[in-house]
């Protein structure tokens, strides 16, 4: 049977210092995906939204990159890196909209926009 690689053994503080391991992340890219939803549930305009999804999409990039290094696996960093390409045309697209939609209501509030149907 072959032995677990250093990475995946029990980790252990080192002269008092405690490495930053997997938890970590995970708690960081928790509070990050929180933070994001409550932007996405509270927020009324529509660029304050997309910040938010971004927030949350960077929230996942986070844990799937700690969790790829984690496993000395690359397929953590190759996920991250199709979800910033998807980040990345969603803004494009997303902002293009909004300029459109700017220009239509003089607005990008949501309820604005909602009102003036027809």
Same mark, same amino acid.
């Given at each position: 049977?072959k032995?677990?690689?250093?990475r995946?053994?029990?980790?252990?503080?080192?002269?008092?210092k405690?490495?930053?391991?997997i938890?970590?992340y995970?708690?960081?890219?928790?509070i990050?995906?929180s933070?994001?939803?409550?932007?996405?549930?509270?927020?009324k305009?529509?660029l304050?939204?997309?910040f938010a999804?971004?927030?949350?999409?960077?929230?996942v990039n986070v844990?799937?990159? $700690?969790i790829?290094?984690?496993y000395?696996d690359?397929s953590?960093?190759?996920f991250?890196?199709?979800i910033? $390409?998807?980040?990345?045309?969603e803004v494009?697209v997303g902002?293009g909209?909004?300029?459109l939609?700017?220009?239509?209501?003089g607005s990008?509030?949501l309820?604005?926009?909602s009102s003036?149907k027809?």
């Open positions: 049977m032995s677990l690689p250093k995946l053994k029990k980790r252990r503080r080192n002269n008092g405690m490495e930053i391991g938890s970590h995970l708690i960081l890219s928790g990050l995906f933070i994001g939803f409550v932007g996405v549930l509270r927020r305009n529509l304050m939204l997309f999804t971004e927030i949350m999409l960077n929230a844990a799937f990159a $700690a790829g290094n984690y000395g690359l953590g960093q190759m991250a890196f199709f910033i $390409a998807v980040a990345a045309s494009a902002l909209l909004l300029i939609l700017y220009k239509k209501y990008l509030d309820e604005v926009i003036m027809g």
